[in-house]
């Protein structure tokens, strides 16, 4: 009776031994989350149909349009030039919603008070869903036209980060204070995001 008595006694304290060791077991601690960007994309979006008029300079040339009413051959024609195209052509809206764009492609609304079209852009990711556990940013999309040179058009589009990232945000690339035009893009040569300093034009 007394061995019997002993062996019961013994099972319970096996089995809380075990179970400490397993809660202190460094195979059992979680990966720490990877820091979130300031701008990623949880969800894509439909786009807002309506689209303010077109704004033609005066005085400038004309491309293929010289009102709205000249623009038929798509979805939301406007006639627009600018400073930086002074010959007025006509835009249309390329997409209102992901699904217009295809595969890994992302449809980029307009802001709201701009006369700009819906556009398509690439890149390997649609929405936070794509990146396995880690963010889809825009990359380079908020760098204005003018200041873009030196950059690759692959770059600008919606990316994964990566473990390998220089950076996450712009904030991280400030070295030189928030006044500096230093930004965080995806590389299409390393595979991941980078500082860099845009050169523009204008």
């Not at 704004?55 to 627009?80: L, Y």
């Not at 965080?184 to 204008?202: N, Y």
Request: glycine share 8%.
């Amino acid at each position: 009776m007394t061995r019997v008595g002993c062996a019961v006694a013994f099972v319970p304290i096996a089995l809380a031994c075990s179970a400490s060791q397993s809660a202190t077991s460094p195979d059992a601690a979680a990966t720490p989350p990877a820091r979130e960007p300031a701008v990623h994309r949880a969800a894509g979006a439909t786009c807002d149909p309506t689209r303010p008029a077109g704004v033609v300079m005066q005085g400038g040339t004309s491309f293929d349009c010289t009102k709205d009413a000249d623009c038929t051959k798509g979805t939301n024609g406007r006639c627009n030039s600018s400073f930086l195209s002074p010959a007025s052509k006509c835009t249309y809206d390329a997409c209102a919603r992901d699904s217009d764009c295809g595969s890994a492609s992302a449809c980029l609304c307009r802001d709201a008070l701009s006369d700009a079209a819906n556009v398509c852009v690439h890149g390997n990711c649609v929405t936070d869903s794509d990146c396995a556990g880690d963010y889809c940013s825009p990359s380079g999309l908020p760098i204005d036209l003018s200041c873009r040179s030196g950059l690759s058009p692959a770059q600008f589009g919606y990316f994964c980060h990566a473990a390998a990232d220089e950076c996450r945000d712009d904030a991280d690339c400030h070295a030189a204070g928030p006044s500096s035009q230093a930004a965080c893009v995806f590389s299409v040569d390393k595979l991941h995001w980078v500082c860099v300093a845009p050169a523009c034009t204008g």
